[in-house]
Nanobody, 126 residues
């Protein structure tokens, strides 16, 4: 059974940091594009960051310069280091995998991803 399991969410004060992890199991994702998305209450799912199999990265405009995505293909795990957190970063964060990885230009599009985690809550207090 293929699974993506996020961890590392929680409550943090504005200006603080959190590191999310996404552990994959059931198959290798070494060749997949891995991404992070988030969804706040009453809002649409938003692209956060993505990393290609060869470690090319792309970020959403709202997190550039504050968040860093990385991956360890040996451990089948991706990470999201979140610094300088703001209250508007409060959301459920989801990791995702695009196993076809045909179009890097589509890395920001949620529909391109075929595996999703269950999500982890991040709450930033002001």
């Amino acid at each position: 059974q293929v699974q993506l399991v996020e961890s590392g969410g929680g409550l943090v004060q504005a200006g603080g940091s959190l590191r999310l992890s996404c552990a994959a199991s059931g198959r290798t994702f070494a060749g997949a594009t891995m991404g992070w998305f988030r969804q706040a209450p009453g809002k649409e799912r938003e692209f956060v960051a993505a990393i290609s199999w060869n470690h090319i990265t792309v970020y959403g405009d709202s997190v550039k310069g504050r968040f860093t995505i990385s991956r360890d293909s040996v451990k089948n795990t991706e990470y999201l280091q979140m610094n300088s957190l703001k209250p508007e970063d409060t959301a459920v964060y989801y990791c995702a995998a695009d196993t076809a990885a045909v179009r890097w230009g589509a890395a920001k599009i949620a529909d391109e991803y075929d595996y999703w985690g269950q999500g982890t809550q991040v709450t930033v207090s002001s």
